[in-house]
């Protein structure tokens, strides 16, 4: 058995964290500032001063009880933050942690990979069990204290002059490459954490503030009413529709329809977690936190509060992100519910039994929101029926790195000919109620996703550094041609198609499309208002 001073501990693991988990950090830091004889003492130092920052965050919260469950858990977590960094250049950051624990056990599947295990081995179970089986030499109470001041101090002033040393290179690290400390395991991830739950505590007040409760549907008793289908796309960017000018045919469906592609839509975040309440929520991007989504009703609330809209949420993707609680929710990512599945429960099948729902809210406007799988990644390939592959060879793992980027893109663009079968179906099923009400479908997807461009897959960056492939999404409007014609101008639309957009636009549209009077909509974010007639 081993023995082992705790000090001596902490000094070996973090220097295998550094080693050995930041394969991403040095790679980057190599790319940025060259690999020339002249830098070489500035890697050697920052290796030297992440190694000391381990030590001081491990020394700090280490005793007789708490070193080997630390250590271990860092072991664990850092060896699946190491494989996530270093197969998709993903960024751990506060959102990417909510967005993992919303993350349902079917998405996790999607990113088990031969890889991952080896990663699990060597990094995780084996460093850990040495920890475990470790026998730690512990001294008085008094002596433990002191060796840990004495390792705390040495460990700081080393950094210190570590960094005027070499104060050049580090003022760049600091000033102008912020990103690269994005990469830093496990210390960046253990910071969002801390941040994930600053953010998070709290967000359940005892009252959700109201908003809208002004609100009210103002049309003529004789008028017909809304039929709105929304649908809430997965993972789809603007780039790859060809109704957007994409080489390749993903819309072959699409474009017959008498619709508005808009080119430059912007989503609120990068990931489902923060993009999809935040979209709903009436405050804009800029201003949106998870904390204020929590805790302030949202535009579906507001529609409630008139007593005149049924609204139904049909779901098959993992959840609707707190956005439905207080609306009809059903879940269509199982057989019980969903008609149409085969390996998987397909986005089509939330379309079955819309009827017998229009049919029992008769004299009510209706909002039905559909909350697709869509370009659910790294599984591409799995997204979409196998009639739907016309774009091969085609990459047939969650292993990205693995395939060429003509595979990624097909599977990528096969799963949107299938998200434009899905939204045609849609339309058609619209069209049979386009005599008795005012009928018409919306589409936006929730965020992007790069596909390997610079060697970055998936999505969830910092929005701040996030590239225009995880930013810019598909998003479309279909009105009907009878009722809807008597209020709208489509030209005008199409007039406005290339205008910026962003996801801050959803809440007034859809309050403007179903009529609704109030103080919180906002005629200059409806995306409709400019082409809406005069009565």
Known sequence: MLRLSQNRLIIISSIFLTLFYNYKFFKDLILTYGFLASNI?????ITIVLTLLIIVLLSLFS???TTKPILITIFISSAFTAYFMDSYSVVIDSEMIRNSLQTSFKESVD????RLVLYVIFLAIIPSYIVYKTKINYKSLKGEI???LKTITLSLVIIVVIIFSFSKFYTSFFREHKPLRYNINPIYWIYSIGNYLHKTLDTAPSEIRDIGLDSKVVEDEDEPKELIILVIGETVRADRFSLNGYSKETNPL??????VSFTNMSSCGTSTAHSVPCMFSIFPKDDYSY????STKNVLDVLNNTQDVAILWRDNNSDSKGVALRVDYEDFQTPKTNSICDEECRDEGMLVGLEDYIEKNRGRDILIVLHQMGNHGPAYYKRYPKEFEKFTPVCKTNQLENCTQEEISNAYDNAIIYTDYFLSKAINFLKKYSKT???GLLYLSDHGESLGENGIYLHGMPYAIAPKEQTRVASLIWLDDGKMAHEYNKSQIKENKDKEYSHDNLF???LGLFEVKTEVYKKELDILNEARKED
């Open 41 to 45: 003492l500035f890697f050697s130092s």
């Open 63 to 65: 005793s007789k009880y």
């Open 111 to 114: 990113l088990f990979s031969f």
């Open 146 to 148: 002191v060796s840990k």
């Open 254 to 259: 699409l474009k017959k329809e008498d619709l």
């Open 291 to 294: 904390k204020k989504g929590a």
């Open 437 to 439: 009400h005012e009928a």
């Open 508 to 510: 007034s549209t859809i």
